[in-house]
């Protein structure tokens, strides 16, 4: 299922095709509004993709980690991305401690698409440190 980015400017273009059609013309569509309605629909499949969007990621919503380190006394952290389902992306923080469930931070709930982020963690505060697309750093408290 195609998410609300990729269908939002599309539903807009069949709304104001059919107002054209049906309120304006009154009559249907020559060669010329069939050749114009197919451009709309085009541009509105491929507007979202010049955006920053990932199609595979809308397509199957896998979660990607963009980082990961261990620490020397057992600490597994792990930067991960997946496409919300909404708007873009969002990043998050997995902190899992030796013998303990994981804990989750969230990073950024609107984000750009990324493939890697550097990732530091400060073990003597207890700290982590990760650097998010447009170089905002984010410090996570751990």
């Given at each position: ?50 955006l ?8 199957f ?21 997946y ?60």
């Amino acid at each position: 299922m195609l998410d609300l980015i990729f269908l939002s400017p599309l539903l807009l273009l069949i709304v104001v095709a059919l107002a054209i059609r049906f309120r304006i013309l009154r009559r249907p569509f020559q060669a010329t509004g069939w050749a114009i309605l197919t451009l709309g629909v085009a541009v509105s499949f491929y507007l979202p993709l010049c955006l920053g969007v990932w199609l595979p990621d809308v397509l199957f919503a896998p979660h990607r980690t963009l980082a990961a380190t261990t620490s020397p006394t057992g600490y597994a952290f792990r930067v991960v991305q997946y496409w919300n389902r909404v708007d873009f992306y969002s990043t998050q923080l997995h902190v899992t401690p030796p013998n303990a469930p994981a804990k989750v931070f969230t990073l950024e709930g609107d984000d750009s698409k990324s493939w890697t982020v550097p990732l530091s963690v400060n073990e003597g505060n207890r700290m982590a440190s990760i650097t998010l697309s447009g170089g905002r750093t984010k410090n996570i408290q751990w």
